[in-house]
């Protein structure tokens, strides 16, 4: 049995929609669909929380579940929260290379780039002033290059998470959160590359 724990924030523990409507439970359906015995041991996500509080707070929980698979989504709250690109990219490193501890070969770490929620109807709010789509992906391209670095797959959300902007059925109730619908096409995504690496 696959032991999976998935670390990150409001996108990873899937703020506003049911258990198992969130991404990683999802992910593990479809692969157990496929034939994969894998199961969830840990996804101690929560919204609102930045790299630092990943690694102060979900790191320990992750290190204890003994997971032989895992997927990291963090980010967007350090953007929210005004940290330095440098001050993420040292935090971000830092959980990748734990997080490698832990796991038999680079090949079980996959990587999700943060998604843009400047196209949700109440992003805008959380901007300060900002340009929330290229301070974004500006994030994201300091995701990849750390993630390359390390032989790391990415499986990239963001362009698809900006169809948010266009179909209200893809925002959750707050207006801010992805809806269940939404979760499920960042799975679309995610399932193959997984899939790949675990079959």
């Known amino acids: 049995m696959i032991r999976y724990a998935a670390l990150g924030d409001s996108y990873t523990i899937g703020e506003a929609v049911a ?3 969130r991404w990683p ?6 692969l157990q669909e496929a034939g994969v015995e894998i199961k ?20 320990p929980i992750y290190r204890e579940a003994e997971p032989h698979f895992a997927t990291l989504l963090i980010g967007v709250n350090d953007w929210v929260q005004g940290f330095s690109e440098s001050q993420f990219r040292e935090n971000l490193a830092y959980i990748m290379d734990e997080m490698l501890k832990e796991l038999s070969s680079h090949t079980q ?14 992003g ?9 789509t290229a301070g974004l992906a500006a994030f994201n391209a300091i995701i990849a290059e750390e993630a390359a670095t390390r032989k790391l797959s990415v499986v990239d959300i963001f362009e698809v998470s900006q169809g ?16 269940a619908k939404e979760y499920a096409l960042w ?8 899939k790949k690496k675990l079959i």
């Open 164 to 179: 948010m902007k266009d179909d209200t059925d893809l925002v959750g109730p707050d207006g801010l959160h992805p809806s």
């Open 19 to 21: 258990e198992e409507e």
């Open 40 to 59: 969830i041991v840990a996804n101690p996500s929560v919204t609102g929380w930045t790299t630092q509080d990943l690694i102060d707070k979900e790191l």
């Open 25 to 30: 439970n999802l992910l593990v359906a479809h």
């Open 187 to 194: 799975e679309e995504l995610i399932f193959p590359v997984v």
């Open 124 to 132: 805008p709010k959380y901007s300060k002033g900002r340009d929330i």
């Open 109 to 122: 770490l996959v990587i999700i780039t943060i998604p843009d929620f400047g196209a949700t109807p109440a």
